[in-house]
């Protein structure tokens, strides 16, 4: 019997690694919503003549991804831990094609080497376990390997939530943050590595430092960052 974890019903269901819960094979958030709405409008405009290429980063079991190839994307999902059968298991539920779907056991520093376009980028919970720098790299990274007009949906974990009570890095400048969060908040939300933890202006700081125009930001009601961006067709 998993225990509950929040008001939203979800349980705790560990990931691998201390690399949190795994929230999005339970339910899609407003995010995931949003990138979901993204890829039906872009695939109504497709009309079957090209691919819609999505990259699911730190897709953990895989229930965004899952979502993505339902609504029509051609799904590459990614992440450090090896959740190739968790990915299949999501996608059949989901009733989704084998051929929509394809899953990489890379961490976000070798996210360059994939071989596809990406119209929709969705990285949920994962950023916040890079430094600030190498955050930076990654974005940028990203945004040279997407499509021409790619919109990004990126969450973070926030300094104002409950996981930055006593957090050693609240008072530490963004650029230099990470910290592992307190003994107790680090096992109640599995979240085990150090930490960078953003506050709303500091992601969309961030975003736009790696060259993506920031469309929309956010708070969940848990304090979490939530941002939404798009990489322009003209090189900044």
Excluded at 194 to 201: S, T
């Amino acid at each position: 019997m998993h225990e509950q974890l929040n008001r939203y019903g979800d349980v705790a269901r560990p990931n691998a690694g201390g690399h949190g819960m795994d929230i999005a094979s339970q339910r899609a958030d407003e995010l995931d919503a949003l990138a979901i709405r993204q890829i039906e409008s872009l695939v109504a405009l497709a009309e079957g003549r090209y691919p819609i290429h999505a990259l699911d980063v730190g897709c953990g079991r895989g229930g965004q991804a899952a979502r993505m190839a339902r609504a029509g994307a051609q799904v590459l999902a990614v992440d450090i831990e090896d959740h190739a059968a968790d990915m299949a298991a999501a996608m059949r539920a989901q009733g989704a094609a084998d051929a929509a779907w394809s899953f990489r056991r890379i961490g976000i520093a070798e996210i360059g080497t994939i071989e596809v376009e990406p119209r929709i980028v969705v990285c949920q919970r994962t950023i916040h376990y890079l430094r600030h720098s190498d955050a930076l790299a990654a974005l940028r990274t990203l945004r040279a390997i997407c499509a021409a007009g790619a919109m990004l949906y990126l969450s973070a974990s926030g300094l104002d939530s409950e996981l930055g009570d006593g957090y050693p890095g609240a008072n530490v400048d963004v650029c230099d943050r990470f910290a592992p969060l307190l003994p107790d908040r680090a096992a109640a939300h599995n979240i085990r590595p150090p930490v960078c933890l953003y506050q709303e202006c500091e992601l969309a700081s961030l975003v736009l430092e790696a060259g993506w125009q920031v469309q929309q930001t956010f708070r969940s009601d848990f304090g979490n960052v939530k941002l939404v961006a798009s990489r322009e067709s003209c090189e900044p």
